[in-house]
């Protein structure tokens, strides 16, 4: 498998590790942004 649009073969053991730890990064970040969103609503809810 090859992406068409980046040219990036995940056939080598690096390109694969590179691709799972931005995943994984992202996954973190994505998971801090809807904790920072919660905590927003809960402190609106407790405004209101």
């Known amino acids: 498998m ?3 649009s980046d040219g990036i073969d995940p056939s080598s053991r690096e390109v694969r590790l590179t ?3 931005m995943a ?3 996954e973190y970040e994505r998971e801090r942004i809807q904790e920072r969103v919660q905590a ?3 402190a609106a809810t407790a405004r209101a």
Request: net charge positive; proline share 0%.
């Open 40 to 42: 927003s609503v809960n």
């Open 2 to 4: 090859r992406s068409l």
């Open 24 to 26: 994984t990064f992202a």
């Open 19 to 21: 691709l799972n730890l």
